[in-house]
């Protein structure tokens, strides 16, 4: 037989009685029900930046108060001492808190739970090397973010600023110096609104390639010709003609 679950703290027995001769019978032993630890708040409640300090708002004397976080264990516990108490500093994570009576063993979950949200991150990208003469596609990455936000130290343009993925066409300053930094801001979750992040991308630029073959001349068909040209910002150069000529070394300059 059972006699259904009992909330109350105290000392239960059981007493057998015979209704035909009414003789009684205390049944062998006893079962104590003892309090459970009083039930306190963790702070802050609900969703918070990370990092958050963790707290609970009362305590019991000498009761043992173990951190949770994702529902595992997690850190030493926390000796009461009568008044609010702290876990310190926690990062992103859903935390709860277990008190235990060590005299009794008993132990309960305190009311509530922090939820504390990772804050912002921001990555630009790696550095890169581009031509003048073509756009610079922006590929930023980003966590825990509401809005984001492209800002340059020259004078290009940028197509979307608010996009992760955007186009940055360089300004003519931008080319002289031959070099730009990108900034990608990150701005926080709803719960994190004040917290950022911000990472740089270094842009190295390449002034596009001029070619100079020299003044158009006129020259007698019994001579060879003798080839001056000139070109800026170049690796290697290479001669054709819409002719049937040839060069002795069209991978030259002269």
């Known amino acids: 037989i059972h006699f259904g679950p009992q909330y109350l703290e105290g000392v239960y027995t059981v007493i057998s009685s015979n209704p035909g001769s009414s003789c009684d019978t205390l049944m062998l032993g006893s079962t104590t029900i003892v ?9 802050p409640p609900g969703a918070n930046c990370s990092p ?4 609970l708002d009362g305590s019991q004397f000498g009761f043992s108060y173990q951190l949770l976080k994702n529902g595992a264990t ?36 305190m009311s509530g739970s922090v939820v ?31 809005t984001v936000q492209w800002t340059t130290s ?14 940055y066409y360089p300004g003519e300053t931008d080319i002289q110096n031959g070099v730009v930094n990108l900034f990608l801001m990150i701005y926080g979750t709803p719960q994190c609104l004040s917290a950022t992040d911000m990472d740089t991308l270094l842009v190295n630029i390449n002034k596009a390639p001029v070619a100079l073959a020299g003044p158009d001349d006129t020259t007698c068909t019994t001579q060879d010709y003798q080839i001056h040209g000139n070109a800026q910002y170049y690796s290697t150069v290479e001669w ?11 991978a030259t300059l002269n």
Do not use: K
């Open 116 to 146: 504390v949200t990772g804050g912002p991150v921001a990555n630009a990208g790696n550095d890169t090397t581009v031509c003048a003469l073509y756009p610079i596609p922006l590929h930023g990455h980003a966590l825990n973010y509401s």
């Open 154 to 167: 020259g004078d290009g343009v940028i197509v979307d600023p608010h996009q992760l993925n955007t186009l």
């Open 52 to 55: 958050t300090e963790v707290q």
């Open 35 to 43: 309090p459970l630890p009083l039930s306190f708040n963790i702070i």
């Open 74 to 109: 997690y850190g030493v516990p926390v000796t009461g001492t009568g008044n609010a108490i702290t876990f310190g500093m926690q990062m992103e994570g859903l935390y709860q808190v277990v008190a235990t009576d060590p005299g009794t063993n008993c132990h309960d979950t």
């Open 240 to 250: 054709v003609t819409s002719g049937d000529g040839s060069f002795d070394n069209p």
